[in-house]
């Protein structure tokens, strides 16, 4: 699909998963998209030219175009064996990342003349988004936040590859999470980050992709990818994570006071929670033969929060009986 090319808005609109297509109407308006007004049956319409789209939509657009190639048996410019290929990346991407690349090397610059990261942070986000500093990456990028500019510098200078900064578009379900990782690699990785050496996760990846290369695989994916898996694993396994790497000690004082039961898997009667409370008037106490003040113990039922007469009423009988056999 060449550059130059305009797409109808109502076909933007469907890949951006919206249900009309005015919030594209209102952007045309603003300056977003370069667009053409076409007409149609009843009225007008837009056209937003294909250079202006964000990148991820750059990138639905290709994809669709080579699915309909495949689907009909056409003469695609990528092979068809490539398709699905991790490794191909549009252009649009790609100037993405490298100018993502510019603004982190820009802030590395400046970072050397402050005394901490901090400042040097604060000050480089407000040149930046200001327009102008950087402006033509300005342009092209747009404004971003504090958190946004950690992330992308993290992970290039985690690996000094200008691909994990590629715009990344893969959405999942809440508590599901996507990764290229097979579980052969899955397996070797999670045996460093439990490890009781307590390995850092920059460690782990090195280790890893270590004994990968000795099995002879190829195509290990990048250092970014473990990280980010690293860290899906630690929220979504916390309590293993500090039992191996910690120990029982530290699984005590960080995970067990903090584990929530579910109250959902309980029947009524199964858990019974007693508390006591000291009355008003004393009794004569069975063990020492002195007066002392009584104590009502009640029997909480868990499941349904009701107090549990019967083991009430059997606690007074047993404290009565206790006390007559006394006197």
């Known amino acids: 699909m060449k550059n130059k090319e305009y797409i109808d808005i109502n076909k933007i609109a469907e890949l951006k998963g919206l249900k009309s297509n005015r919030s594209l109407r209102l952007a045309i308006q603003k300056g977003k998209y370069v667009a053409r007004v076409v007409k149609v049956f009843g009225g007008k319409s837009y056209e937003i030219l294909y250079s202006s789209l964000e990148p991820e939509i750059q990138e639905k657009l290709q994809d669709e175009l080579i699915k309909e190639a495949t689907q009909?048996?056409?003469?695609?410019l990528v092979p068809i064996n490539n398709i699905n290929n991790k490794n191909f990346i549009t252009e649009s991407a790609k100037l993405t990342a490298l100018a993502r690349v510019d603004i982190v090397k820009a802030l590395q610059n400046m970072r050397?003349?402050?005394?901490?990261?901090?400042?040097?942070?604060?000050?480089?986000?407000?040149?930046?988004?200001?327009?102008?500093y950087l402006p033509k990456i300005h342009k092209f990028i747009g404004s971003i936040s504090i958190g946004t500019l950690h992330r992308w510098i993290w992970a290039y200078e985690d690996s000094e590859d200008y691909r994990v900064l590629l715009p990344n578009y893969k959405y999942t379900k809440q508590g599901e999470y996507n990764t290229i990782l097979t579980q052969e690699m899955k397996d070797i990785f999670i045996k460093f980050l439990l490890h009781p050496n307590k390995f850092?996760?920059?460690?782990?990846?090195?280790?890893?992709?270590?004994?990968?290369?000795k099995k002879g695989v190829e195509n290990i994916p990048h250092v970014i990818t473990f990280r980010r898996f690293a860290e899906h694993y630690k929220k979504n396994n916390?309590?293993?994570?500090?039992?191996?790497?910690?120990?029982?000690?530290?699984?005590?004082?960080?995970?067990?006071?903090?584990?929530?039961?579910?109250?959902?898997?309980?029947?009524?009667?199964?858990?019974?929670?007693?508390?006591?409370?000291?009355?008003?008037?004393?009794?004569?106490?069975?063990?020492?033969?002195?007066?002392?003040?009584?104590?009502?113990?009640?029997?909480?039922?868990?499941?349904?929060?009701?107090?549990n007469i019967s083991e009430l009423l059997i606690f007074i009988h047993h404290s009565l009986l206790v006390q007559k056999q006394a006197t």
């Open 72 to 76: 009909s048996n056409c003469t695609v």
């Open 112 to 132: 050397a003349k402050y005394k901490t990261k901090k400042e040097a942070d604060s000050i480089f986000l407000d040149l930046y988004n200001s327009g102008m």
């Open 200 to 213: 850092s996760v920059t460690k782990a990846i090195k280790l890893t992709q270590h004994i990968l290369e």
């Open 238 to 307: 916390y309590s293993r994570w500090i039992l191996f790497r910690e120990g029982e000690k530290a699984y005590h004082d960080k995970v067990e006071a903090y584990i929530e039961r579910d109250i959902s898997k309980l029947e009524v009667g199964d858990v019974l929670i007693a508390d006591g409370h000291i009355l008003n008037f004393q009794v004569i106490n069975p063990f020492t033969g002195k007066p002392t003040r009584a104590t009502l113990v009640g029997f909480l039922d868990w499941k349904s929060t009701a107090l």
